[in-house]
């Protein structure tokens, strides 16, 4: 086919849908919220699934946890002896890093923010491979706590030094230098020593701020305290399987290796054993995940039956269209007839319904894409966190070519409908009776009606998808918490240790608060908790109790 036949297909095509401009509007609408809906689902696909995370050799990164399954804790903190003795007895990795999240009240100027935070060791950004864009990372050490020369001296305090993210220097700090600058975090002055690359995050936390985390890589006693999260880089050659074999063997022989006969790591006991206080720590294991695969959890199955439930959608659209071509071609029986009597062979035909059909898609495709990138970015507006990676959910060029697949593959699909309707004697005996009556035949019913059942079928799937989904959700929001829900209000207070450094001043400022509370009108009683059930924070560290021996049999 050469360039003139196809502009003059074009021509003709245009042509031919401006004189039917009710069906073109139609068509372009119904392509435009299928291709759209796919486009809008796939470009969460590829940004949270497919997409490697943005970190030099990603597949390298590991998430490191433990187990207590004796407790019910499928994956639980690493205490700092944990953390250090694993980092000397690992053969695996070439470096892991530590870190703990939070939020911190961040001054900037005049203005106050409350802002995520990650406080890290100098280790957890090497084993990251990022670098800063401007400034520097912790150097090695300068996270660590430093024991004082005299051992009745206190700890030394950290360096009152703190990292920027990309994006909190350009809002906060309209992206001045500030490097050497000095901010308020939470009620402490600290200097501003580096600015991190944009979209730089740790296990999708979206942090705002790196501090110290003021580890001492010495102190080898308290291991009942569990509350760092750990991040490992295999070593070029090493696989995960190799790496998880590695883990299995230090698990059986940690308390050889290290000397330590309590709180060390151990296999899980038979499943008949019974809980005793000998096997209370047993199953306490370390294990590892790769990092991307720890980030997406189980949202992947469910954005992959979204992804399914939408080409369900344009399935129907496809159908639809395919309807309305066939009935749109019962009217242009005369001008096929013409066509043909003048020389139009069934291969020119077939170009020219191609050519409309791809033309409506493209089109369609074009506000589909719109569509789908307004859609992304109101879902990242009205729901930051229901999704992991919604920072990097983006419409790029592997979007954008799945948006033109999509239209050219649909174009095709419905364009051709039509062929199956229109036969060479049929043309000819149209145009003979002047194209008033031309029959229909027998095969061009059972084609629309097979169109029709698809299309209540695919319907009928997704409205009872939809239904079981409604459902799952009012279940949910029906559950009995325990205490009536409906007058609370509640809210969170941060309270700076640089303000408040003893527990006593906090605790008279919040007894302060309650009783202001408990003095409003229509306030029938207030109270401060340190987390709203049932999700409140767990308290991982051990409390001995003075002069108690736990019996065998328990409580531990």
């Not at 119904?30 to 590829?46: H, K």
């Not at 280790?123 to 990251?128: A, I, Y």
């Not at 569509?371 to 109101?378: E, S």
């Amino acid at each position: 086919m050469t360039f003139d036949n196809l502009r003059q297909d074009l021509r003709l095509a245009i042509r031919s849908l401006l004189r039917a401009p009710a069906f073109t509007a139609v068509t372009i609408l119904t392509l435009a919220l299928g291709i759209g809906a796919n486009t809008a689902i796939f470009s969460i696909v590829n940004g949270v699934i497919l997409r490697p995370l943005s970190y030099p050799k990603p597949e390298q990164l590991m998430y490191l946890t433990t187990q207590f399954p004796a407790f019910g804790f499928d994956q639980f903190w690493v205490s700092p002896p944990e953390y250090f003795e694993f980092r000397e007895l690992n053969q695996s990795f070439a470096s892991v890093g530590a870190y703990t999240t939070g939020e911190v009240n961040l001054t900037a100027g005049d203005r106050p923010m409350r802002v995520r935070s990650a406080s890290v060791d100098d280790r957890l950004l090497t084993t990251l491979g990022v670098q800063p864009i401007a400034g520097r990372l912790f150097s090695a050490g300068e996270t660590d706590l430093v024991p004082p020369p005299n051992p009745t001296s206190p700890v030394l305090p950290l360096p009152p030094i703190c990292l920027l993210s990309y994006e909190l220097w350009q809002t906060a700090f309209g992206g001045r230098s500030v490097i050497g600058e000095m901010v308020e975090i939470n009620g402490l002055r600290r200097e501003v020593i580096g600015i991190m690359p944009p979209g730089t995050d740790v296990m999708d936390n979206r942090t705002e701020i790196w501090m110290p985390i003021g580890l001492n890589p010495g102190n080898r006693l308290n291991r009942g305290s569990h509350f760092l999260y750990l991040v490992g880089r295999l070593k070029d050659g090493a696989t995960t399987e190799s790496a998880q074999s590695e883990l299995r063997t230090l698990i059986q022989t940690w308390s050889e290796r290290t000397g330590v006969k309590n709180h060390v790591f151990a296999p899980p006991p038979p499943p008949d054993a019974p809980k005793t206080a000998a096997n209370a720590g047993a199953g306490h294991v370390l294990q590892m995940h790769p990092v991307q695969q720890q980030i997406i959890g189980g949202a992947s199955r469910a954005i992959w039956v979204l992804q399914a439930a939408v080409g369900f959608v344009l399935l129907i659209a496809c159908a639809n269209l395919a309807n309305l071509l066939l009935a749109r071609a019962e009217t242009r029986h005369r001008e096929f007839a013409v066509r043909t009597a003048l020389g139009a062979g069934r291969g020119r035909l077939v170009r020219q319904f191609m050519t409309e059909g791809v033309l409506l898609s493209i089109v369609g495709g074009a506000l589909g894409l719109l569509l789908a990138r307004a859609g992304v970015q109101a879902l990242i507006r009205v729901y930051p966190n229901s999704l992991p990676r919604t920072a990097e959910l983006t419409v790029d060029p592997i979007v954008l070519l799945f948006t033109l697949g999509v239209s050219m593959l649909t174009g095709v699909v419905f364009g051709l409908a039509p062929l199956m309707h229109t036969r060479i004697k049929g043309l000819a005996l149209a145009l003979k009776e002047g194209g008033a009556k031309g029959a229909t035949g027998a095969a061009r019913h059972h084609i629309r009606r097979g169109l029709v059942m698809a299309e209540v079928a695919l319907a009928v799937m997704l409205v009872i998808g939809a239904g079981l989904l409604i459902r799952t959700v009012y279940n949910l929001s029906m559950v009995d918490a325990g205490f009536d829900r409906s007058r609370l209000v509640t809210f969170q207070m941060s309270v700076p240790a640089a303000n408040y450094p003893q527990p006593a001043a906090r605790a008279q400022l919040f007894q302060r608060l309650l009783d202001k509370l408990r003095g409003v009108a229509g306030v029938q009683g207030a109270s401060a908790m340190s987390g709203l059930p049932p999700n409140r924070p767990l308290n991982a560290n051990d409390t001995d109790i003075g002069n108690y021996t736990a019996p065998p049999e328990g409580p531990f």
